[in-house]
């Protein structure tokens, strides 16, 4: 039994300094991305595009409905107790620090993760990948880090939008529901932005970028020849970086509360 045991241990973890390899390769070629040639800009300027313009649209239907919700609901329910000021607080802990980079993770992974998963994985069936090889080009600084980067500036960028549009909405709503002028809700609510909300956002949202990227490239790379395991890397991508995000929510959130 021990011996069953040792074995499964050893198969389950066997590619784990695999994984940390080339979790530092990619880290360190993107470190010296600036110095690539034009084609990897492109490929950069390309998943920009894709991964942050194209998502904005869903994005901002996303703040607008959860921001409008939460506050008709919530300050609803919180002037039932007498504590209709903390409706700011909920606004700023939900849509800000905890649902915005999670929801903007999980729309990113849904739309990116298997395009890029899929991609990668077609480029090594069809003999790309040993091309780039055999021309001296390293696959990881010019298809690898552009991705990365694109990912995780688009993952940032699409979370400071959802909290500005997922904040602006309630603000009709206030003026609509409660006749609450502008200018009195964005100053109460400007109060109850801390500078550990906007450090916590921040963090998240790279983190959650990096965990997309590197988990979808990943698991594009390791197509082997045959055309029927590129949709299957396209799904273990998209559940793999749900389940990562997941957890570097959990341990973001632990540590933020011990500090």
Partial sequence: MLSKIGSFILQRFSSVPYVIGYIGKVFSSSLFFMKRERAATRILIMQLLFTFIEAL??????????????????????????QGSLIYDLLVVV?????????????????????????????????????????GVDPIDYLVSPRFLGVTLSVFLLSIYFSLFGLLFPAIMAKIVNNVPPSIYFRDLFQKVSVMTVVTVTIKSIVFGMVIAVTSTYYGFNVERASTEIPVAGIQAVSKSFFGIIIADVC???CSFLL
């Fill in 95 to 135: 849509v800000s620090r905890e649902l915005g980079p999670l929801l903007v993770a999980f729309v990113v992974t849904a739309r990116s993760a298997t395009a890029i998963a899929t991609e990668l994985g077609s480029m090594v069936t069809s003999h790309q990948i040993e091309s780039y090889i055999s021309v």
């Fill in 252 to 254: 973001i959130m632990v």
């Fill in 57 to 82: 649209s869903i994005v901002s239907i996303l703040a607008a409905g959860l921001g409008s919700a939460l506050y008709v609901v919530g300050h609803n329910f919180l002037l039932s107790f007498g």
